[in-house]
């Protein structure tokens, strides 16, 4: 799949224009509701362009917020939030190409940096059409200490969901880019991840740099029978190979390009939710040396897709091609 430049049709796909009571999520101005045969999804382009609901045949794929309210107090755990860095920087630092870089150190209690900085950046909707939309985000060093252009393109087809993530590097020196995404899944029942090892970690919720077998718990995850309700946490090496990049949870496959190289799991106990997030690294990837890099003007495209996992019809690119 490959990153596609944007049309330049007139935005037609339905806004909100105001919270929707007792249809579905809460749906706040702004928030742009797509629509294409059993599917439809709702994305919130100035909050980072979250997806806040999907659904087929108007069940609910993702968790979502029934109110603003639940929304705000936990804004990782509904949807498809954008982390970019991913998960944890250690003690809000990193160094770069000789440079050293400060991050919100928004985790106090363990002096880390979490879930990056564009989760609640404000978008700005490029092109749209009643199942796609693309929204970009500028970041000119104000967010981010590199420039860099973040274009989202979202679209719904017969099959499903499918975004693609470009990001650039707008700025005159190299730049450095780990991202995930938060994706959190509502109710599946039994899910099945393709993770390999377990990043050992510290108390701070960091890795020590050691790789370890995986218990019975998270074996049961690699065999399909991850349990609901029940506590998971860690982070993971996927699996070699396109095996690695496809998930299947509950009734829905989960496939992530090859850009991803690690998965992160997380729920709480007796809630029937589970996060199964793609990162493109390891947590806390900005402080190693291998972390990877963009030059001046290069680009790197990062695409997921959520399917019906009885059917494994391609979903359409982008461009609809």
Request: glycine share 10%.
């Amino acid at each position: 799949m490959n990153c596609h430049a944007g049309q330049n049709s007139h935005k037609n796909a339905r806004k909100s224009e105001a919270p929707v009571p007792g249809d579905g999520p809460f749906f706040e101005p702004f928030t742009w509701l797509l629509s294409r045969g059993a599917w439809t999804a709702a994305i919130h382009p100035e909050r980072g362009a979250q997806v806040l609901s999907l659904r087929y045949n108007g069940r609910p794929v993702l968790r979502e917020p029934d109110a603003l309210a639940a929304l705000d107090a936990e804004p990782m755990l509904y949807g498809i939030p954008f982390l970019f860095p991913p998960n944890r920087v250690a003690d809000g630092r990193f160094v770069f190409d000789g440079k050293s870089y400060e991050l919100p150190l928004n985790e106090p209690a363990r002096n880390n940096h979490i879930h990056g900085l564009f989760a609640g950046a404000v978008f700005t909707v490029a092109e749209s059409g009643p199942s796609h939309l693309t929204t970009k985000l500028e970041n000119t060093g104000e967010a981010f200490s590199f420039p860099c252009r973040v274009i989202m393109r979202d679209r719904l087809g017969e099959d499903g969901f499918c975004r693609e993530t470009e990001i650039e590097n707008t700025g005159t020196t190299d730049m450095p880019v780990e991202m995930g995404f938060h994706t959190t899944f509502a109710a599946p029942g039994a899910f099945q991840v393709p993770i390999d090892q377990r990043w050992e970690t510290d108390e701070r919720f960091l890795p020590t740099g050691r790789l370890v077998s995986l218990d019975s718990k998270e074996q049961d995850i690699v065999a399909g029978c991850g349990p609901r309700g029940s506590r998971v946490s860690g982070f993971y090496t996927a699996q070699a190979g396109s095996v690695g990049r496809l998930a299947r949870i509950g009734a829905f496959y989960y496939q992530v390009s090859e850009e991803f190289t690690d998965w992160v799991l997380f729920s709480r106990d007796g809630e029937s939710w589970v996060c199964v997030e793609p990162q493109s690294g390891p947590v806390n990837q900005l402080n190693h040396p291998e972390c990877r890099r963009l030059a001046p003007g290069e680009k790197i495209c990062f695409w997921q897709r959520i399917s019906l996992a009885d059917r494994k019809a391609a979903l359409p690119t982008i461009d609809g091609k």
